[in-house]
């Protein structure tokens, strides 16, 4: 009888450990992100602004979140193809809808934004090109954009000849130094960070921002088709992390610490 009895309370134990293994892997979501810094937001060890809410966000549901960093593109190919849960962060189009799913639906509810940031354009020094934050001037070639980014769709829309065949922002630059370029659309933590290093000397940025814009959580269509309460809850819950008192008073210390730079 005790041999059952101890038989029966492994049996008990390791069916609770198989339970609680598959609760947690239940509540694991994958997220991918590029592998770049993008300050203030991220930073490759897991810094950053982007974390710093996303884990909140965790931390009040109780489930658990897998960051990889991988190249833009190939997150957004994963994320199409169901390998991995989310993507963050990005901004909104028609296009992506194909990709992933994000709160709001077809059209993007803006209350539920991880953050606000924008694109700038720059120039070498010296050069013609310009924009006053309605039309373009004196382009006399491509404007630069790395791969796979959002403001490609901006500018052929503004009538640019758009080069895409750059992964980073010192590429660009490198490009627009050698003259192979007429100008480079750049996120604003990008522009910042060139114009605070080596090259900051043969650039300069146009005063008027580009375009800006807000970034979102996208969910997979599978984890959203799958637990379609859990995804809400995620969205909904960005939000109120964002409006909380905690998030805004880092995003202001963040931002007064980086010179307000977004």
């Known amino acids: 009888m005790r041999t059952m009895r101890g038989l029966f309370r492994f049996g008990l134990a390791a069916c609770c450990a198989l339970a609680c293994l598959q609760a947690r892997a239940a509540d694991t ?19 950053g602004l982007n974390f710093a809410m996303l884990n909140e966000v965790a931390q009040r549901l109780h489930i658990h979140f897998d960051y990889q960093s991988m ?19 990005l901004s909104f189009s028609q296009e992506r809808l194909a990709l992933g799913a994000y709160p709001g639906g077809s059209v993007a509810d803006v209350g539920k934004r991880m953050h ?19 039309a373009f001037s004196q382009v006399d070639g491509a404007v630069g954009i790395q791969l796979g980014y959002s403001v490609g769709d901006f500018l052929r829309a503004q009538g640019v000849a758009v080069d895409e065949g750059s992964q980073r922002a010192n590429e660009l630059a490198q490009k627009l130094i050698a003259g192979r370029l007429a100008g480079a659309a750049l ?22 921002a580009l375009v800006e814009k807000p970034y979102y959580l996208m969910l997979s ?4 088709a799958a637990k379609p309460q859990l995804a809400e809850r995620i969205w909904k ?26």
């Open 116 to 134: 606000v940031d924008r694109y700038v354009l720059l120039r070498k020094k010296g050069a013609r090109i310009g924009w006053d934050g309605k």
């Open 187 to 208: 996120g604003g933590a990008d522009a910042w960070r060139l114009m605070h290093g080596p090259l900051a000397p043969q650039l300069e940025v146009l005063p008027a």
């Open 221 to 224: 269509h599978a984890l959203v």
């Open 29 to 47: 979501i994958t997220l991918c992100f590029e592998r770049q810094e993008v300050l203030p937001w991220r930073t490759l060890d897991g810094g």
């Open 71 to 89: 190249p833009w593109k190939r997150c957004l190919e994963q994320v199409k193809a169901n390998q991995v849960g989310g993507v963050f962060a």
């Open 237 to 262: 819950t960005i939000e109120e992390v964002r409006n909380s008192p905690a998030y805004k008073k880092l995003l202001l210390q963040q931002q007064g610490a980086d010179g307000g730079r977004h």
